[in-house]
T-cell receptor
Framework: DGGITQSPKYLFRKEGQNVTLSCEQN?????MYWYRQDPGQGLRLIYY???????QKGDIAEGYSVSREKKESFPLTVTSAQKNPTAFYLC????????????FGQGTRLTVV | GIQVEQSPPDLILQEGANSTLRCNFS?????LQWFHQNPWGQLINLFY???GTKQNGRLSATTVATERYSLLYISSSQTTDSGVYFC????????????FGTGTRLQVTL
C-alpha cells in the first residue's frame, strides 16, 4: 500500500541525548514536512524539503536537524539543544507546489525521561 | 505569514445532531484541507477543497475563497466523529507550507 510510515510509534529519550525519528514515503512525492504538536495545540512546522538534498527551516527549527538524501526518506533529529522535546511529531508529504493535497504519517510520540 | 482561525474551539453534540465548523484565513490560498485527528493522533484527510463544495457521506465542505473562509458540515453526528478537526491552508509563493489552525475539539455524546 502507498503511504507514509513513521517509526517508532513511541520513543523515550534521556535528557542530553540526541534521537532520530524516521519518516519514509512511497507516494513518489517530492515535498516532505515535519510538524510538532503539543497537547491541546495545533501543528507547527519544524522543517520542510521540496527536493532531494534541499530543506528549509520552518517556524520552530531550533534544536532540530534534518537530512534529505533520498526522495523517500526525511529523518528528523531532535538534538540536546531542544529545550522541551516532549511532543507528538508528524511527518507529511505531497507533490510540490501550493495546490496539492498533503498526507500524514501516524506520528511518533517522544517523551523525555 | 498567513493566519488561520477556527471556530468554535470546543463543541459538544448529542448523537444525531448537525454541526458547522468554520475556518477563516487571512490571505488568498491555493490549498485548503480539512483533517480529523482521531484519539490516537492520526490525521485523517477529509477534504481537499481550495474552492467550491464537496460532499462525502455525512460530511460536506464549502470554501468561499474570495471571502477567505471555509465551512465543514457534519450531519447526523455519531460518537466516532469525536476528535479534533483541523483546517490547514497554503498560499502560493510561500514555498508550499501548510499552515494549521488551532482546531475544533468535537465531542459527540449518546
Amino acid at each position: 500500500d502507498g503511504g507514509i510510515t513513521q517509526s517508532p510509534k513511541y520513543l523515550f529519550r534521556k535528557e542530553g541525548q540526541n534521537v532520530t525519528l524516521s519518516c519514509e514515503q512511497n507516494l513518489n512525492h517530492d515535498a516532505m514536512y515535519w510538524y510538532r504538536q503539543d497537547p491541546g495545540q495545533g501543528l507547527r512546522l519544524i522543517y520542510y524539503s521540496q527536493i532531494v538534498n534541499d530543506f528549509q527551516k520552518g517556524d520552530i527549527a531550533e534544536g532540530y536537524s534534518v537530512s534529505r538524501e533520498k526522495k523517500e526518506s526525511f529523518p528528523l533529529t531532535v538534538t540536546s539543544a531542544q529545550k522541551n522535546p516532549t511532543a507528538f511529531y508528524l511527518c507529511a508529504s505531497r507533490r510540490p507546489g501550493g495546490g496539492t493535497e498533503a498526507f500524514f504519517g501516524q506520528g511518533t510520540r517522544l517523551t523525555v525521561v | 505569514g498567513i493566519q488561520v482561525e477556527q471556530s468554535p474551539p470546543d463543541l459538544i453534540l448529542q448523537e444525531g445532531a448537525n454541526s458547522t465548523l468554520r475556518c477563516n484565513f487571512s490571505d488568498s490560498v491555493n490549498n485548503l484541507q480539512w483533517f480529523h485527528q482521531n484519539p490516537w493522533g492520526q490525521l485523517i484527510n477529509l477534504f481537499y477543497i481550495p474552492s467550491g463544495t464537496k460532499q462525502n457521506g455525512r460530511l460536506s465542505a464549502t470554501t468561499v475563497a474570495t471571502e477567505r473562509y471555509s465551512l465543514l458540515y457534519i450531519s447526523s453526528s455519531q460518537t466516532t466523529d469525536s476528535g479534533v478537526y483541523f483546517c490547514a491552508v497554503a498560499a502560493g509563493g510561500t514555498a508550499s507550507k501548510l499552515t494549521f489552525g488551532t482546531g475544533t475539539r468535537l465531542q459527540v455524546t449518546l
